[in-house]
C-alpha cells in the first residue's frame, strides 16, 4: 500500500486520520507526500512504513515512478492537486490495471481531481456518501468509510440523563 498526501499538518483530522489508518493492518503502508512542508514533528517513519518526501519540487514521473512498486494506492490528496490524481491514473494505466486507486474523501463538500481514476471513494462522513450516490454518479465505488479512530487514547465518557427537554 502506498497513501499518497499533497501536504500535512501539525494538527487536524486529515493528517489524524491518515495517522491512524497507517496503524490498521489492513491499510498499513508506505507514505509519499508530493508537497514541501515540514515532516519533523508531523508524522515519522518509526514504523511499519517509509515515508517519502523530496527536497525538491514533485514531478509527475517521480510519482509514478514510486505508484509502480505499489498495488493499492490511497489518496489524502487536496481538491486542486492535479499532479498526484494524473499520476496515479497513468500509473494504473501502465501497470494494466493492477493498480487499485482508493480516493480517501476528505473534502466531501467540493470537486476534487481525486475522482478521477479512482477505483474506490472512501468516503469520511455521511454527507460525502450520500452526496456522492445521488450527484456524482458514484453508486457502485463509493463506501462510507467514517473517520478511523486511535480508540486506545480515548478518555471514557460519561453520561447523565439529562431533566430538561433539549428541542
Not at 514541501?36 to 514531478?59: F, G, R, V
Not at 500509473?91 to 480517501?104: G, P, W, Y
Request: glycine share 4%; charged share 25%.
Amino acid at each position: 500500500n502506498l497513501h499518497i498526501a499533497s501536504e500535512l499538518y501539525e494538527s487536524g483530522g486529515h493528517t489524524r486520520l491518515l495517522k491512524n489508518m497507517l496503524t490498521m493492518d489492513t491499510v498499513i503502508g508506505d507514505v509519499l507526500v508530493t508537497r514541501q512542508c515540514d515532516l519533523s514533528n508531523i508524522i515519522d517513519s518509526t514504523h511499519n512504513y517509509k515515508l517519502y518526501q523530496t527536497k525538491e519540487k514533485t514531478t509527475i514521473e517521480n510519482i509514478i515512478k514510486k505508484c509502480l512498486k505499489y498495488k493499492n494506492i490511497y489518496l489524502h490528496i487536496h481538491p486542486d492537486d492535479i499532479l498526484s490524481a494524473a499520476a496515479v491514473k497513468v500509473a494504473k494505466e501502465i501497470s494494466d490495471n493492477k493498480i487499485r486507486i482508493i480516493f480517501v474523501n476528505h473534502a466531501d463538500h467540493c470537486f476534487s481531481y481525486g475522482f478521477y481514476g479512482a477505483d474506490l471513494v472512501a468516503e469520511v462522513s455521511i454527507f460525502g456518501f450520500e452526496l456522492s450516490k445521488s450527484r456524482r454518479g458514484l453508486v457502485n465505488k463509493s463506501f462510507f468509510m467514517g473517520i478511523a479512530l486511535n480508540i486506545d487514547n480515548l478518555p471514557e465518557i460519561t453520561v447523565k440523563n439529562m431533566d430538561k427537554k433539549i428541542n
